[in-house]
């Protein structure tokens, strides 16, 4: 009697290590990619996993954990998971892109969701001479700024100094709309205080 046979193929998960656009993957085949592990579905060759239309045809993805990718760049193909800055805030990628400017392109919300929300896009420095201060006050005017209901200014030291001053609480920082005051509790510094500033929603 005969004895019938079929080829099952590959019947088990085979471990591939990371992906590479020059292998021949197979059905089970498991790769790791941008921090993230997918499992072949269909056999491909430089069908990466995670980015453009069509890779989940091929891949399933398994196990997916958060990529910091630093600053946004349009030059980037980000994809699902990857987290960015522009613009002072955080961004996390939905679904891969490339020149989809997060918080600025149309349509960007379809591609990215706000993680943490920073300040505005106005920054910058203020120098404070030792001769600016006046009745032991300085004032200047922050750009950006709409009001102290909407908006915050948060500093922060630019030298050792600096941060000595601050953290020894000499001096004491008030908003009113566009326009900073800082009074000084104690003595007024003798020496110029060098602080950068952001304006928070």
Do not use: C
């Amino acid at each position: 009697m005969a004895i019938q046979t079929t080829e099952l193929g590959i019947v088990s998960i085979v471990p591939r290590g990371e992906w590479n656009g020059t292998t021949a993957y197979q059905q089970l085949n498991l790769v790791s990619h941008n921090g993230s592990v997918y499992i072949a579905i269909l056999a491909s060759t430089n069908s990466e996993p995670g980015t453009g239309l069509n890779w989940q045809t091929y891949w399933m993805p398994l196990v997916s954990t958060p990529v910091s990718m630093g600053d946004w760049s349009n030059a980037t193909t980000y994809n699902t998971l990857n987290i960015v800055t522009n613009g002072g805030n955080v961004y996390i990628a939905t679904q891969a892109s490339t020149n989809i400017e997060p918080g600025v392109a149309t349509g960007w919300q379809n591609y990215w969701d706000l993680l943490i929300q920073g300040y505005s896009g106005s920054s910058g420095t203020i120098t404070i001479q030792s001769t600016q201060w006046s009745s032991k006050t300085v004032s200047f005017t922050v750009t950006g700024t709409t009001g102290a209901d909407s908006e915050a200014v948060t500093f922060s030291p630019a030298t050792q100094q600096d941060a000595a001053i601050l953290n020894d609480a000499d001096i004491f920082v008030s908003t009113s709309g566009s326009t900073v005051t800082f009074t000084a509790r104690g003595a007024v510094p003798t020496s110029s205080v060098t602080l950068n500033y952001y304006v928070s929603r």
